[in-house]
């Protein structure tokens, strides 16, 4: 059974940085690409960042680009997101999510497990 627990989030200033992790078991980590969502109160969920499953390909949504930073560590089976300059806007429960196949997708049709979410806040 594939399990996603993320870690990592909190309340931080605007301004301010968090990392989020998110340990996976279940499933040859190393196959498959790694996703990051967000979904904030009233809002649908939403793509965030993508790593294919060596980690030579990334991609970001254009209101994270050059903010946020998603990496992997196939030794240990984490997928990591470096979020940098916090802004309000960015406050959400974040989600990881294992995609299909080894490349990396922004669509979350491509992903098949959900870790349960870490919340995180960012203050004005």
């Known amino acids: 059974q594939v399990q996603l627990v993320e870690s990592g989030g909190g309340l931080v200033q605007a301004g301010g940085s968090l990392r989020l992790s998110c340990a996976a078991s279940?499933?040859?980590?190393?196959?498959?690409?790694m996703g990051w969502f967000r979904q904030a109160p009233g809002k649908e969920r939403e793509f965030v960042a993508t790593?294919?499953?060596?980690?030579?390909?990334?991609y970001y949504a254009d209101s994270v680009k050059g903010r946020f930073t998603i990496s992997r560590d196939n030794a240990k089976n984490t997928v990591y997101l470096q979020m940098n300059r916090l802004k309000p806007e960015d406050t959400a429960v974040y989600y990881c999510?294992?995609?299909?196949?080894?490349?990396?997708?922004?669509?979350?049709?491509?992903?098949?497990?959900w870790g349960q979410g870490t919340q995180v806040t960012v203050s004005s």
């Open positions: 279940g499933r040859t980590f190393s196959n498959y690409a």
């Open positions: 790593i294919s499953w060596s980690g030579g390909r990334t």
């Open positions: 999510a294992t995609g299909t196949g080894p490349r990396a997708s922004t669509y979350y049709t491509q992903y098949d497990y």
